[in-house]
């Protein structure tokens, strides 16, 4: 059982009692500390999130109108939430050009996740250049090449100088006579210990004197990320941590807090192997996913980084259970153009729906296209009213089987209750609580009241 299973269960058993006294209040406060635990967080910071919510409720009472049940499930939410880094700021560089030094241990998915952010900014409207600074592993000047060759940013490196700090002053030199917003140094990663590793980041932000120094962790080292961000504070006094592999690891949630009590800002998560696997990380975010809330910011943010033509209204329209036929194949075929689709249901709490066959929706967007194309108004409107006749009908016009016509119509309905098994994984936690996290994101309120 991962982390966030757990802790939807602790919750939900605790929602669903009868009475919510201390005694309920403790036998929550139990099975979270199992979870998180299971989770691999630090067992002084699990005590201390005990005592805080103990505390709280305790000292504090529910304000007019809202029942003691959700007065502490609001409390658990914001202690979690404090534990794994609080509510972070959107990411936006200062300076131009705004040079960012990344460095990393060997084997944390730096390279790559330079990568990543340098297409994640690009696409956020910023003029993106890159400086390949590891001298020591010439495949890493390849891989960024390769990585980002089609998409309009500029990687600067020299095969055959072993002076990293050569290269970045050139490397600066040529890309701020192209007037770019953000250069990003990508150093060397080749240290398998920290003392080595700090060495080499210290002689290059002497040299340089970068705006920032980013640290990427891997999730899997778990509580271990502490040691490694302090070593990192004590060196790059401005820094933030992007932290990868977190869609694999079941440490994620010991590497989250670890580096959270070091006051190192978490910035961005690595999510996945693609380009597109990265995200913005804000702890409320994170923490609603784990909960079975949903991410729509995490979706939209998703569906802008795979350039699909979907807007944040037609996510909500989808999430909300009021679309068509021809809104569901439109949908699909933005989403098949990359093949995301596995990540973006990965951002709504569907787990107990019936799972979806990612590649084999993806193969057949086209053939339901012609489906729907064949269909009358009323038909698209409401695809209960199709018999066998009208499927025979409509299968002849678009050149396919009637078993197609019916399979399609089957996916339509699997997706609806899909749809209402979200809505109803929303109700099990407070409205104003969810409210409060999505209105932050501009989600009108009418998504959650219709």
């Known amino acids: 059982m991962d982390i966030g299973e757990a802790l939807r269960g602790a919750i939900s058993r605790f929602m669903g ?19 998180l635990l299971t989770g691999d967080v630090n067992v002084e910071l699990v005590m201390q ?38 509510v972070q700021r959107p990411y936006k560089p200062r300076g131009k050009p705004h040079v960012l030094m990344v460095v990393g241990i060997q084997g944390s998915g730096k390279t790559t996740s330079v990568a990543k952010l340098s297409n994640y900014l690009a696409k956020d409207g910023y003029r993106v250049g890159v400086i390949c600074a590891d001298t020591y592993r010439p495949a890493a000047l390849t891989q960024l090449q390769q990585l980002l060759s089609d998409k309009g940013i500029t990687v600067y490196g020299e095969e055959n100088t072993r002076d990293p700090i050569e290269i970045v002053r050139r490397g600066l030199e040529k890309l701020k006579a192209q007037a770019l917003d953000i250069v990003i140094i990508d150093t060397a990663g080749r240290h398998k210990d920290q003392d080595s590793l700090m060495k080499e980041m210290d002689e290059i932000q ?5 705006d920032e120094v980013a640290l990427v962790l891997d999730a899997t080292i778990g509580q271990r990320a502490k040691s490694q961000a302090e070593a990192f504070n004590r060196v790059a ?21 670890a580096v959270a009590v070091t006051g190192a800002p978490i910035r961005f998560i ?49 999430i909300s259970g009021r679309f068509t036929l021809v809104d569901m194949i439109n949908q699909l075929k933005e989403v098949s153009k990359m093949g995301p689709l596995d990540k973006l249901l990965s951002m709504l709490p569907l787990s107990k729906a019936k799972p979806i066959d990612i590649e084999e929706v ?3 967007v086209k053939r339901w296209e012609a489906i729907v194309n064949s269909m009358t108004h009323e038909e698209r409107r409401d695809p209960s009213i199709i018999d066998s006749s009208r499927a025979k009908r409509i299968a002849r016009g678009a050149g396919v089987m009637e078993r197609d016509v019916k399979q399609l119509i089957k996916r339509y309905n699997e997706t609806k209750k899909m749809m209402r098994a979200l809505k109803r994984s ?11 996290g999505l209105m932050r994101r501009g989600v009108g309120r009418e998504a ?3």
């Open 237 to 257: 006094k401005i820094g933030w941590v992007l932290l990868t592999k977190t869609d694999t690891s079941a440490r994620a949630g010991g590497a989250l807090s």
């Open 362 to 364: 993806q193969g057949q």
């Open 426 to 436: 929303m109700g099990r936690v407070p409205k104003d609580l969810i409210l409060s």
């Open 206 to 210: 002497a040299a340089v004197k970068p």
């Open 270 to 318: 690595g999510t996945g192997e693609h380009l597109e696997d990265i995200e913005t990380f804000s702890a409320d975010r994170y923490l609603a996913r784990l909960l079975g809330m949903p991410d729509l910011a995490g979706l939209v943010e998703r569906v802008r980084l795979a350039e699909m033509k979907i807007s944040e209204e037609e996510a909500e329209k989808m």
């Open 17 to 35: 009692r009868a009475s919510h006294d201390k005694e309920a209040v403790e036998e929550l406060i139990r099975d979270v500390q199992r979870a």
């Open 49 to 86: 999130l005990s005592d805080n919510i103990r505390r709280k409720v305790a000292e504090t009472k529910p304000p007019p109108g809202v029942s003691r049940r959700d007065h502490v499930f609001k409390i658990l939410y914001e202690e979690l939430v404090r534990l794994l880094g609080g």
């Open 448 to 450: 959650l009241e219709d």
